[in-house]
């Protein structure tokens, strides 16, 4: 793709703090080995991407950093105003103010802070499944238990909630709090209106709060909309707390800073009174300038471009595995820049077992995930925020060397 952002040079990641390249055989069951000699790494495993930054982000870092004092602080208007305007111009969102947003150190954290103000440890939570493994790890070292409802492919391959299975479970479990992923990760489903209505029905008629991961709301492809699960009813914008973050969308993660919307006023204060008692619930000063120039009208143009490519990578992966790798299963995301890869009937074909598949893959150079974490199964999960070319490597290496 050809555009007015760069999207095509191939940014060398080495030594510059990066985990999906620099982590790489030091965090043994968790990032993948390292290649041979005579292999570059293409870093598809952790979810951040290898597009640089555009302009609006480091212009506004650059200029907070001509001022050469970095104490305490206030919260500018800017940051709340910039929030709030990008909700209205992307997700059509009304009647947010100031008052309705708060900072979170993490979208993880934010999840914990909200678990610990809604109910306490050792409690149940229901969860789908697959389930990304940041909410594995964070809601059971708080101490509370994790009940599946499984998410299910239908005869088209498309992922969709199981919603008698959730009611069912929600009940049988005596559960009063859902972890919700919209749009969903690993599955990349971007939720439909009835979906999350049908959702939505299940968690008021159990008397459930929600806590709403949304923090890939801005990656959705094909034309496809975010909806704020908040927007469904009048219960779910009383009952949710939603967490967002523009670390996904501009690849910000490492400047730490997210965010809350809660409209409830007593949810509000039960939220923010939890998350402030570790005294370091805190944004960075230069991460509140990152987002103020993020979300801005160069930054949404720089996304609706970031999305065609990662619309063309998609594609270009999907038709790859269907008519290249056989017995390899992908549903098409319509949202995030994630692959979540069935190798289940591969394996069982080839007799090849999925530590023996990763490990080739990693040899050659082709950095991706192991997906079992996020699921049972066979799977792989795959990073396509890369120059397309880098993706097109990839590919040529799986076929030449792995499959």
């Known amino acids: 793709m050809t555009g007015k952002y760069d999207f095509e040079s191939i940014i060398d990641r080495r030594g510059m703090d990066a985990m999906a390249v620099d982590a790489l055989g030091k965090l043994d069951g968790f990032a993948p080995k390292p290649p041979k000699d005579g292999f570059d790494v293409i870093p598809m495993w952790v979810a951040d991407m290898n597009f640089a930054a555009p302009a609006c982000i480091t212009d506004a870092i650059a200029k907070r950093l001509e001022h050469p004092l970095f104490g305490y602080y206030l919260t500018r208007d800017e940051y709340y105003n ?154 779910t914008r009383q009952n949710t707390v939603a967490l967002y973050a523009p670390s996904k969308t501009f690849n910000l993660a490492g400047l730490i800073g997210s965010y809350h919307i809660i409209y409830n006023d007593e949810l509000r204060e039960k939220v923010v009174r939890t998350s402030s008692k570790c005294h370091y619930n805190s944004m960075n ?62 394996c069982v074909s080839s007799g090849m077992q999925m530590d023996e598949l990763l490990k080739a893959g990693w040899d050659v150079g082709v950095a991706w995930q192991d997906g079992r974490p996020f699921s049972e199964g066979y799977n792989i999960r795959l990073n396509l925020a890369l120059p397309a070319s880098r993706v097109r490597e990839a590919f040529d290496r799986m076929k030449k060397y792995v499959f």
């Open 82 to 235: 910039a929030i709030i305007n990008w909700h209205l111009q992307r997700n059509s969102v009304s009647g947010l103010e100031a008052k309705h947003i708060g900072y979170e150190n993490g979208v993880l954290g934010g999840l914990v802070s909200a678990l610990n103000a809604v109910s306490e440890p050792g409690s149940k939570v229901l969860v789908h499944s697959p389930t990304y493994i940041g909410f594995t790890g964070s809601i059971t070292n708080a101490g509370y238990e994790i009940v599946h409802s499984d998410l299910y492919k239908d005869d088209k391959g498309i992922w969709r909630m199981d919603y008698e299975n959730m009611d069912r479970t929600i009940r049988e479990n005596d559960i009063r709090v859902a972890v919700f992923c919209n749009p969903h990760n690993p599955a990349g489903r971007v939720w439909t209106m009835d979906e999350l209505e049908k959702a939505a029905e299940v968690y008021e008629r159990n008397g459930c709060i929600v806590i709403s991961d949304e923090i890939w709301s801005d990656i959705i492809l094909y034309g496809n909309r975010h909806i704020p699960f908040q927007s469904v009813n009048e219960y």
């Open 285 to 346: 000063v230069l991460s509140q300038h990152a987002l103020i120039g993020a979300y801005t009208e160069q930054g949404m143009e720089w996304v609706d471009d970031l999305r065609e490519v990662i619309e063309e990578n998609v594609d270009y992966a999907c038709g790859f595995i269907e008519n290249e790798l056989s017995g390899l299963r992908v549903s098409k995301p319509e949202g995030t820049y994630m692959l979540f890869i069935d190798c289940s009937e591969y």
